[in-house]
Nanobody
Framework: QAPFVESGGGLVQPGGSLRLSCVTS????????IAWYRQAPGKQRDVVAT???????HYSLSVKGRFDISRDNTRNTVYLQMNALKPEDTALYYC??????????WGQGTQVTVSS
């Protein structure tokens, strides 16, 4: 089983919200910085948001103020609350270790489609 299993994606209208979840296994979750990444068709995979073990967060400029990353170490789970979604947020979303140089096997991801 991949260390990361993402869920929560779907089809949403512009301006809508989604909450993604990522359950991890086989890693020392509470000590690891975790990131949400996304990859749109024909584009490279980019970092969207990161959270350290000290709960310090960082966001890409394109999502800052709209997305919120959080983690629950008791559930080995990281979340991504996405608000005010835009069509350009359409992508396959993944979670993994951060920075990406330390990434483990990638999961299936969860598809987010923003369209009217």
């Amino acid at each position: 089983q991949a260390p990361f299993v993402e869920s929560g994606g779907g089809l949403v209208q512009p301006g809508g919200s989604l909450r993604l979840s990522c359950v991890t296994s086989g890693i020392d979750f509470s000590s690891q910085p975790i990131a949400w990444y996304r990859q749109a068709p024909g584009k490279q995979r980019d970092v969207v948001a990161t959270i350290t073990r000290e709960y310090s967060t960082h966001y890409s400029l394109s999502v800052k103020g709209r997305f919120d990353i959080s983690r629950d170490n008791t559930r080995n789970t990281v979340y991504l609350q996405m608000n005010a979604l835009k069509p350009e947020d359409t992508a396959l979303y993944y979670c993994n270790l951060w920075p990406s140089d330390f990434a483990q096997s990638w999961g299936q991801g969860t598809q987010v489609t923003v369209s009217s």
